[in-house]
Nanobody
Framework: QVQLVESGGGLVQAGGSLRLSCVVS????????MGWFRQAPGKERKFVAT????????HYADSVKGRFTISRDNAKNMVYLQMNSLKPEDTAVYYC???????????????WGQGTQVTVSS
């Protein structure tokens, strides 16, 4: 079993930055690709970013390219999402997830955290 716990969410003004963190425990972290998804109120959960087990490959949703950066530290069992130039439309609950391979769909991921709220005010 793999456990994921997100942190770092909060309230920020438009144009500001936040860094989300996700700590993973339970199995060998470096075996998993990691992803971030988000779910806005009344909407479906959507892909944000993913990173390969080595950190050498990343993919982003078009809506966050150039503003968000996903990274990982395998020595610390951590994955991060640096979010810059935040917009009100980035408001959502952000979820960390683990997969045996890089994927862009929810079904590609086996384990999920509980989520952390990010609210961007205009």
């Amino acid at each position: 079993q793999v456990q994921l716990v997100e942190s770092g969410g909060g309230l920020v003004q438009a144009g500001g930055s936040l860094r989300l963190s996700c700590v993973v425990s339970g199995r060998t972290f470096s075996n998993y690709a990691m992803g971030w998804f988000r779910q806005a109120p009344g909407k479906e959960r959507k892909f944000v970013a993913t990173i390969s087990w080595s950190g050498g490959s990343t993919h982003y949703a078009d809506s966050v390219k150039g503003r968000f950066t996903i990274s990982r530290d395998n020595a610390k069992n951590m994955v991060y999402l640096q979010m810059n130039s935040l917009k009100p439309e980035d408001t959502a609950v952000y979820y960390c997830a683990a997969s045996r391979y890089e994927g862009l769909r929810q079904v590609d991921y086996d384990y999920w955290g509980q989520g952390t709220q990010v609210t961007v005010s205009s």
